[in-house]
Nanobody, 124 residues
Framework: QVQLVESGGGLVQAGGSLRLSCAASGRTFSDSAMGWFRQAPGKEREFVAAINRSGTRTYYADSVKGRFTISRDNAKNTVYLQMNSLTPEDTAVYYC????WGTGDSNSQQYESWGQGTQLDVSS
């Protein structure tokens, strides 16, 4: 399994931007599709975005399409989530996850490795 550590969360005003990073350790990062998920207080974890192993295909939840961009740098073993036009509804703990040999999936059950999460708070 790959070990994942998220960073970049914090407090931002509505309309602002933030970029999350997820650093992976281990040899299997480039063999893994990567996903971002989030969990708001009192809600279930939900899919945000995913990217395939080569970074050529990306997938987004409807709620973030056009505002968030997922990308990866396999040379740096890092996946990113650029978040623009943030709203208070984006407030959540954001998790990155790895799906070894996957193609990019919105189903959290497909992912074997998870980070500890990073908190994003968007103020109105």
């Amino acid at each position: 399994q790959v070990q994942l550590v998220e960073s970049g969360g914090g407090l931002v005003q509505a309309g602002g931007s933030l970029r999350l990073s997820c650093a992976a350790s281990g040899r299997t990062f480039s063999d893994s599709a990567m996903g971002w998920f989030r969990q708001a207080p009192g809600k279930e974890r939900e899919f945000v975005a995913a990217i395939n192993r080569s970074g050529t295909r990306t997938y987004y939840a409807d709620s973030v399409k056009g505002r968030f961009t997922i990308s990866r740098d396999n040379a740096k073993n890092t996946v990113y989530l650029q978040m623009n036009s943030l709203t208070p509804e984006d407030t959540a703990v954001y998790y990155c996850a790895a799906d070894l040999w996957g193609t990019g999936d919105s189903n959290s059950q497909q992912y074997e490795s998870w980070g500890q999460g990073t908190q994003l708070d968007v103020s109105s």
